[in-house]
């Protein structure tokens, strides 16, 4: 971008066989005060901010983003809009504000929705650090919004910071660092679904999916360059991470499951009955 600024230099004769150089602005005068001399103003003018300022200024700024807009808690909003101001999707099924819990309390519909809204979620922000060089941050930008992201789902400050699991959104900044795994996991999340029947275990399993191929990328990568699902360590660095922490984040599923009570998908949760968050009667997996 910021080579790009500089307007490309053209020959102008000046008789006797000499020539010499001039900017674009000076070979088209009538763009002077005109949209291109705005424009290339204004990107001067950001790579010059760009070049001063320090990549940890531009990643904590690109995380600020990347929280925020993580945190807009669709699922809850959703459970407002159907079923009134007081109704707190919190205090039913999961316990959750995610895709799943919204499935079993409110659901196919607004399910869909909120899947939609949550992957976009962590699409949205990774996908800004990948086009806007300013939030580039040397490559480090994109892993930065998508973690900041996956945390502002789970612990959204707009809603006293008690949200969900983090698997949609996470899988949406996925789908932005390395499509190829994003459909790898997504295979390998259905399938263990499908032949389950829960939604947590197919949750683990497509966070283990990425871990592993963003190691295996990282290194093939690093043997043949030419590997198309290669990915810097940037972006391995994401693809170990967000996972685990999604893991880690199904701590009580995964005791549940070890138990044999876990929920299945398809069982429903009667919203008109509030549960405990202790109960683990109650338990399903939130993404």
Known sequence: MCAASQPPAVLVPLGNGHRRERSRLEAHPFERDGSVTFLLTIEQYICAKEADMPIIVQLVLVAII??????????????????GKDFDIRAYGSHKIGATNV?????????LIVLVFDLLKGAGPTLVATLVPFFYGA??????????????????????????????????ALLIISP????????TTLSTIAISRFVSL??????????????????????????????????????????ALVIIF???????????TERRIGQKVN?????????????????
């Open 180 to 187: 190829l795994t994003f459909l790898i996991a997504a295979v």
């Open 250 to 260: 199904h701590y009580d599923n995964i005791g549940r499951l070890l138990a044999g």
């Open 103 to 111: 499935l079993r309390t409110l659901g196919r519909v607004p399910a």
């Open 66 to 83: 990347g929280y925020l807009w993580g945190s807009i808690p669709a699922g809850y909003w959703m459970g407002k809009l159907l079923r």
């Open 139 to 172: 490559g480090w930008g994109p892993t930065v919004a998508g973690l900041a992201a996956l945390i502002g789902h789970c612990f959204p400050v707009f809603i006293g910071f008690k949200g969900g699991r983090g698997v949609l959104t996470g899988a949406g």
């Open 202 to 243: 197919g949750s683990i399993v497509g966070s283990l999916t990425s871990i592993i191929c963003g190691i295996l990328f990282f290194i093939i990568g690093q043997l043949d360059p030419t590997f198309i699902g290669k990915v810097s360590l940037a972006q391995m660095v994401y693809m170990i991470v967000a996972p």
């Open 271 to 287: 919203a008109e009955e509030k549960t405990s968050p202790t109960n683990g009667t109650s338990s399903e997996v939130q993404a």
